[in-house]
Each structure stands twice: as C-alpha cells, then as structure tokens.
C-alpha cells in the first residue's frame, strides 16, 4: 500500500502544478450568453448555418445555445459543436485549492476525530492525555494518513 501511496502521492503533486489556481483556464471569462453563441455571433455565422453544419435544425442550434447557458449541455454535444466551430474542447476541473492541502485537511479532521475518541475513552479510565500529547498525536496520525494515501479518510464528512 505505501508503494502505490507513493504514486498517488505523486499524481496528486503533478496534477496541482497542471491544474493549480494560476492555470491560465481560470481566466477565461464567463458569457452570459454561453460560449456557442457568442463564437458563432463572432464568426457571423448564424444559427442555420451552424445547424446545416451539425446536420440539425435552427431551433435545435438555439436549444443546445439554451442549455449550454443553463449548464445542461452534454459533453458530447458541446465536442460536435466545438468541432464545427473550429473550436478546441478543453473540459476542466481547476481544483480551488491544491490537492494536497485538501487531503492533509482531511487527514487532520479525521485524526482529530480519532484522537479525541481515544482520549474522551482514556479519561473515562484516569488516563488522561495532555492538550500538548493530543495535538501530537494528531499530526503524527494525519502525517500517516497521507503518506498513505488512505482512500477511508473519505468515508464520512468526519
């Protein structure tokens, strides 16, 4: 398990340099119009033409410019769409925060979560542990997670 914790360790490294906050794909500006329309308005092309193109009717171009602005547009469609546009498809998901810092955090909460059971159980039996032993134990438990890379720290919200 700690051979492929290594590798995921690393695949999650590698994916916060190529999807971290300054990737150039958060700078694209939201249409309000949806992209479709507003590339095909800028082509002056119109929505006939579009849908000549895709093999549909107008009002199957205007549908599909609706639901990319309602965001329930398929992949698949947007794909075809882009390709008779001459538009390159890029589907992304920028994560907000590293990886990484979303996976310690999830180790700490679970550690904590850990570490207080074990303590409330201690101190009902006199063997109370020390704030300072208990923030130790923690973040040598949450270190352990991670290095780990222990898919059951996703098992609850913990």
């Known amino acids: 398990m700690v051979r492929n914790g290594r590798a995921i360790n690393l695949r999650r490294r590698q994916l916060d340099k190529a999807l971290g906050p300054s990737t150039l794909l958060s700078d694209v500006p939201v249409h309000k119009n949806g992209l479709i329309r507003e590339i095909r308005q800028a082509l002056a092309m119109t929505a006939s033409q579009l849908g000549s193109r895709l093999g549909i009717t107008q009002p199957a171009v205007t549908q599909l410019e609706l639901s990319e602005q309602a965001g329930t547009i398929s992949l698949n469609s947007l794909r075809k769409v882009a390709d008779e546009l001459d538009c390159r498809l890029i589907y992304a998901l920028v994560p907000k925060r590293s990886l990484e810092t979303v ?13 207080t059971k074990v303590s409330h159980s201690m101190a009902l039996e006199d063997e109370s542990i020390s704030p300072v032993e208990r923030s130790q134990r923690v973040i040598e438990l949450a270190n352990k997670l991670v290095a780990g ?4 720290i996703w098992d609850s919200k913990r």
């Open 103 to 115: 996976v310690e955090e999830q180790a700490r909460k679970v550690a904590l979560n850990l570490v």
């Open 149 to 152: 890379a222990r898919s059951d």
